[in-house]
């Protein structure tokens, strides 16, 4: 489903007057993934750098170009786990945070 520019707008002003809102769409997009949902935490991780950074900085942040960086969160993108985290790592910089995984602790009985 094609995301209108209405609705990408709508994103990038909420995001640049709500910093918890920006924070919010780092950790869903960083969840997803963890959870499976590759396509969503990338859709969502893309959302988050057009409406803050956007590719071009982040490009020159991490020394990567911008075309490449839009390509590896597009639907058919794989990025590398060294790109993914390196984009990760300055992503939560800029925005002053560090996300941490934490574990469910589980109890399974077995008969």
Same mark, same amino acid.
């Given at each position: 489903?094609?995301?209108?520019?209405?609705?990408?707008?709508?994103?990038?002003?909420?995001?640049?007057?709500?910093?918890?809102?920006? /924070?919010?769409?780092? *950790?869903?997009?960083?969840?997803?993934?963890?959870?499976?949902?590759?396509?969503?935490?990338?859709?969502?991780?893309?959302?988050?750098?057009?409406? %803050?950074?956007?590719?071009? *900085?982040?490009?020159? /942040? %991490? !020394? @990567?170009? +911008?075309?490449?960086?839009?390509?590896?969160?597009? +639907?058919?993108?794989? +990025? %590398?786990? @060294?790109?993914?985290?390196?984009?990760? !790592?300055?992503?939560? @910089?800029?925005?002053?945070?560090?996300?941490? /995984?934490? %574990?469910?602790?589980?109890?399974?009985?077995?008969?």
């Amino acid at each position: 489903m094609a995301i209108t520019r209405q609705f990408k707008e709508t994103i990038q002003a909420r995001a640049l007057r709500d910093p918890e809102f920006r /924070v919010g769409l780092l *950790k869903e997009s960083i969840e997803s993934m963890l959870a499976g949902d590759t396509e969503t935490g990338k859709m969502i991780l893309r959302d988050y750098t057009n409406a %803050t950074i956007g590719f071009k *900085k982040l490009g020159a /942040v %991490t !020394h @990567k170009s +911008p075309k490449s960086l839009m390509r590896m969160f597009s +639907p058919s993108g794989n +990025p %590398t786990a @060294k790109n993914l985290f390196d984009i990760l !790592h300055t992503l939560q @910089k800029k925005e002053g945070v560090q996300l941490e /995984v934490q %574990t469910l602790r589980q109890t399974s009985i077995c008969f």
